[in-house]
């Protein structure tokens, strides 16, 4: 534990983005040969450590960009958020970036120079991140689009127009904002953001949340009618199970659509279901088998490989074949089983109507 302290304080302490990817693939190194790496708790210490990475890289991307910057930049605050894996805090080693911006420009400030400042401080975000090793959201769920780099007025409006009109795509962005977690910047820009989409979730819950259902449904736990794993039929992964997507991804879906429902603030997976538990969403044995069904995903989760690909962290999420022992398989079972069950309650809670 006294190793990742300190590499927590030294990527903190750090000044370029060099000795930051340094540093960062000493930790990669170091877990692969830690006994702790397999362990469920570790997810905590690697999300520590993502942070500082994170934060370190910032700013250093916002420390050149405000130097070479003629005059005072024109924005009061803003928030740099993450999303998915790293607004629950659940980021693998290899996690990419998901991430967005929302900002205040300064009173009486051009609202266009602004927009172009922060548009100047997105791109740069975006290339320390990558120089770190976290390639980009194959979705462009970037600091670097405009679309997720808004005012806090402007995310308000668009909050408003995604709950009002749900496509398939506003549904999924929506789900997106509700993981939203800053990690650089004003804190309480996101906390705004995350209160006005309860408001709005609220306002026409008996709308939006069937809709949500849908999406959040889209991904099945990858365990068959008679309890069988369903795993990879062919290909270089075959016979191998997808984590992310048949186990993961199915999970956290499902809790936090029923966090969002019960108002539950927190981002975590762990931490929904301990608020779902405390506002009686759930009955409390029901939290607990939830809890430890969740921690071994998430073991596993982190047992799948990993490679580099132009100079950046990347993954499958397959669980391998070879790696599928009895064991892991019998743990493997009873935790998707559990899935199972979270995603039936969904679709009984929510219903499958409102097709997107």
């Known amino acids: 534990m006294q190793l990742w302290h300190e590499m927590e304080r030294k990527a903190m302490q750090l000044d370029d983005l060099a000795g930051l990817r340094s540093l960062r693939d000493e930790v990669h190194e170091a877990f692969g040969s830690s006994p702790e790496a397999g362990g469920a708790d570790a997810t905590e210490t690697i999300n520590r450590l993502h942070d500082a990475f ?3 890289a910032l700013a250093i991307a916002e420390e050149r960009v405000r130097t070479s910057h003629a005059g005072v930049p024109p ?23 998901d991430n967005g911006l929302v900002y205040e420009p300064k009173p009486g400030a051009d609202p266009a120079e602004a927009e172009r ?15 770190v090793g976290y390639p980009p959201c194959e979705g462009d769920v970037l600091v670097s689009n405009p679309a997720w780099r808004r005012t806090g007025t402007a995310w308000r409006d668009t909050l408003q127009a995604w709950v009002e009109e749900p496509a398939f795509e506003t549904v999924r ?32 819950r008996d709308a939006i949340l069937p809709r949500m259902a849908q999406n959040t449904l889209r991904y099945k736990v990858l365990v068959g009618f008679l309890g069988n794993l369903l795993t990879e039929p062919y290909g270089a992964d075959a016979g ?16 936090r659509l029923l966090a969002l429902a019960h108002r539950v603030t927190a981002t975590s997976t762990l ?8 506002c009686e969403g759930i009955p409390l044995e029901a939290a607990a088998a939830w809890k430890e069904a969740f921690r071994t995903v998430l073991k596993f989760r982190a047992m799948t490989p990993y490679r580099i690909e132009d100079g950046k962290y990347t993954t499958s999420g397959v669980l391998s074949a070879k790696l599928l022992t009895k064991p892991i398989r019998r743990e493997l079972k009873d935790a998707l089983r559990v899935g199972a069950e979270l995603q039936r309650k969904v679709r009984k809670t929510f219903g499958t109507e409102g097709h997107l």
């Open 173 to 204: 962005h929506l789900l997106i904002v509700g993981d939203a977690r800053a990690i650089y910047g004003n804190e309480m820009l996101a906390v705004a953001m995350r209160t006005e989409l309860a408001n709005r979730i609220e306002a026409r």
């Open 54 to 56: 994170i934060r370190r």
């Open 75 to 97: 924005v009061s605050s803003f928030a740099v958020l993450l999303f998915g894996s790293g607004g629950r805090r659940e980021q693998t080693l290899w996690s990419d970036q």
């Open 117 to 131: 400042y922060m548009e100047r401080l997105g791109g740069a975000f975006r290339a320390s991140l990558e120089a």
């Open 271 to 278: 931490e929904r279901i301990d608020g779902l538990a405390r």
């Open 240 to 255: 191998g199970i997808d984590i992310k997507y048949g186990a993961y991804i199915p999970m956290v879906n499902a809790v």
